[in-house]
């Protein structure tokens, strides 16, 4: 079969399209065709070698997949040959076929699209677990609002009665950020865009709960945006930069700033917001953006991302 393989790490000309065999099942897992397989920030973080996990090399990425089961393996009874489903993994998708551990695995509905069904998986899981602690009537700022998670932060925090606020570094993005229901939206990469964020806010307060993957510059900029009690959730670094805060400047106005991985879900958690996704879905409530590469093109595909050329999820076409 056909698979993207990394040799060694560095930039998006390591990943290489290779024959490589077929994965083998083992008890409680499923082997999957893989129509779509999703492409996600940390995947050009793993490449390069700055991620939190590192495999031995050569290694295939790729979290998530969505396509059709082609096997089951032993113990495994909920699941059948031939199913359309969604799936995550620790590595493995950008291929022709991957396995994924039946626990990992979801139904996706007929008339759902797999490029749909590859950006709730991910993308959308994570969003509703940056959203569990927000209230209606709050005010969210989300930076990168035009991202693939960031577009459904926006719509998400909507639906649960938010003034939202969304950042992103071109006027194209803030255009559909708007179109997504965001309240207000504001370029990032203008000096005085915290500014303009505490501006759009209520009374000039500030925001209640600001959700952050930009990092460097945009993350050190973050605490003027804070309104009293707010809380600052930290999920990725789009820039590849780290930020200093101050625990000092935490003090005056008792914040809070924390960080978030959907990996410390359990999966009866994931398994709930996987239901109030396929809701949304089923209701028309969400708009979700996806934007497919060949998996013969998976380097301009990392190209696009780290270059902030993308919008939406990023996928690629691997059926």
């Not at 000309?13 to 940390?42: H, M, W």
């Amino acid at each position: 079969m056909k698979a993207i393989r990394i040799h060694e790490l560095g930039d998006a000309d390591v990943l290489r399209l290779e024959e490589v065999e077929k994965p083998t099942l083992v008890p409680g897992s499923v082997l999957i065709k893989v129509e779509v397989a999703g492409i996600n920030y940390a995947d050009t973080m793993l490449r390069k070698g700055t991620y939190l996990t590192r495999p031995p090399l050569p290694f295939t990425p790729g979290f998530e997949v969505a396509g059709r089961i082609e096997a089951v393996g032993e113990g495994v009874n909920r699941l059948q040959v031939g199913q359309r489903v969604m799936a995550t993994m620790q590595g493995g998708g950008y291929a022709e076929y991957a396995v994924a551990s039946a626990g990992q695995v979801t139904p996706v509905p007929d008339g759902l699209e797999f490029g749909t069904a590859t950006a709730l998986l991910a993308q959308g899981l994570t969003a509703l677990g940056l959203l569990k602690d927000l209230r209606a009537g709050q005010t969210v700022l989300v930076h990168a609002a035009a991202g693939g998670v960031g577009s459904l932060l926006v719509q998400l925090s909507k639906l649960k009665g938010a003034h939202v606020i969304g950042t992103a570094s071109t006027q194209a993005k803030l255009e559909i950020v708007k179109e997504l229901g965001a309240d207000a939206g504001v370029n990032y990469t203008e000096t005085d865009w915290p500014e303009k964020v505490r501006a759009a806010t209520p009374n000039g307060a500030g925001v209640n709960l600001l959700i952050e993957m930009v990092g460097g510059e945009v993350g050190e900029q973050n605490v003027k945006c804070l309104a009293q009690g707010a809380t600052m959730i930290v999920y990725g670094a789009a820039s590849g930069k780290d930020f200093p805060i101050s625990a000092l400047s935490l003090l005056a106005k008792s914040l809070t700033v924390r960080g978030y991985t959907l990996y410390s879900e359990t999966e009866a958690t994931l398994a709930e917001f996987t239901r109030e996704l396929m809701a949304h879905v089923k209701e028309n409530r969400l708009k979700v953006m996806v934007q497919e590469f060949p998996l013969t093109q998976a380097a301009d595909a990392h190209r696009a991302i780290e270059e902030r050329q993308t919008t939406g999820k990023v996928v690629l076409r691997v059926q």
